[in-house]
């Protein structure tokens, strides 16, 4: 069955730098790779999605890229900031279309 | 608009005791999960209802958890016999179809805090 893999390890970044978090899964190639954020006490909240065909998605200080044939994916933060603190998920569909969830990569944006 | 509701925000029992957990969806998602979060760890998939499917129970722990999701809208999830490592936060999403009868994005709740003594 799929697994996701996600770097269980913290990730401390100068604040300012950019910050690189990893997804890697070990089955198929889903047709869409999500990214979410959670903070402490609360809900995960979507952020962005990739389709198999994209090679890389933007959205303000955010940007994701997928790699069917690493079977990888890559969020990068630019010009991160403090805020920008939590825990990033990666999830994908099963083959049953159910959504699947990677452990997460803390993140800390040290001032 | 609302997004999705989860009550209560934290309820605390006894071991033994039965709990309800409920999550109201957004109005129109069709699909609706729950969520396990123990402290410092990754989402443990419950259950998943998809419109009028037969739920997949497959994360479902043991036999004292169940679920219902009434009218395609409101769910909720029971514990049963509650025990302590049934202590975690409660997490519920919904997602809408996209255009192929696909979910994609999912919108969590703020989740419920169980606590077991």
């Known amino acids: 069955s799929q697994k996701i893999e996600q770097n269980s390890e913290a990730l401390n970044i100068q604040e300012g730098k950019t910050a690189t978090l990893t997804c890697n899964y070990t089955n198929y190639s889903p047709a869409y790779l999500q990214w979410y954020r959670q903070d402490p006490g609360r809900g995960p909240v979507f952020l962005l999605l990739i389709r198999e065909n994209e090679k890389e998605k933007r959205k303000e200080r955010l940007k994701v890229t997928f790699d069917t044939t690493l079977k990888q994916s890559l969020f990068h933060i630019t010009a991160s900031q403090p805020a920008d603190s939590a825990t990033y998920l990666c999830?994908?569909?099963?083959?049953?279309?159910?959504?699947?969830f990677g452990k997460g990569t803390r993140l800390h944006i040290l001032p | 608009g609302a997004g999705v509701s989860q009550s209560p925000s934290n309820k605390v029992t006894e071991k033994g005791k039965d709990v309800e957990l409920r999550c109201d969806p957004i109005?129109?998602?069709?699909?609706l999960y729950w969520y396990r979060q123990s402290l410092g760890q990754g989402l443990e998939f419950l259950i998943y209802?998809?419109?009028?499917?037969?739920?997949?129970k497959s994360g479902l722990p043991s036999d004292r958890f169940s679920a219902e999701r009434t009218g395609g809208s409101v769910s909720t999830l029971t514990i049963q016999r509650t025990q302590q490592e049934d202590s975690a936060v409660y997490l519920c999403a919904s997602s809408p179809d996209n255009l192929a009868g696909q979910q994609e994005t999912q919108y969590f709740g703020p989740g419920t805090r169980l606590l077991v003594l």
């Open positions: 999830a994908l569909p099963n083959r049953d279309d159910k959504i699947i």
């Open positions: 109005s129109g998602h069709t699909a």
């Open positions: 209802f998809q419109g009028n499917s037969a739920p997949d």
